[in-house]
């Protein structure tokens, strides 16, 4: 079955780093859009970043412009999502997908099961 595998959550503080990474399984990931996406407790999904597949174009929502990060990893079919000062409102479960066009609204092809990320003193 084709899906993504999203590692790299877990708790950090306040101000802190995680960098995320996203894996294809079953498809080339390399050559596609990828997008970044959360849903924290009780809200809706967002996107919060996306690569297209040439890498020329990176979207971020608003609230993570300046901190978050996308790019490709330096493993073959893999994304990386880097987040930096991370704030108590960047906690949630985390996700990424792979599609043909690279938008925080745009449809994506695969999906997969997604990591927790917790922003706590």
């Known amino acids: 079955q084709l899906h993504t595998v999203v590692s790299g959550g877990g708790l950090v503080q306040p101000g802190g780093s995680l960098r995320l990474s996203c894996a294809s399984v079953g498809f080339d990931l390399d050559f596609r859009a990828v997008g970044w996406f959360r849903q924290a407790p009780g809200k809706k999904r967002e996107g919060v970043a996306c690569?297209?597949?040439?890498?020329?174009?990176?979207l971020y929502a608003d609230s993570v412009k300046g901190r978050f990060t996308v790019s490709r990893g330096s493993a073959k079919n893999t994304a990386l999502l880097q987040m930096d000062s991370l704030k108590p409102e960047d906690t949630a479960v985390y996700y990424c997908?792979?599609?043909?066009?690279?938008?925080?609204?745009?449809?994506?092809?695969?999906w997969g099961q997604g990591t927790q990320v917790t922003v706590s003193p």
């Open positions: 997908a792979s599609g043909v066009v690279c938008g925080l609204n745009a449809e994506y092809d695969w």
């Open positions: 690569l297209s597949s040439d890498d020329n174009l990176m």
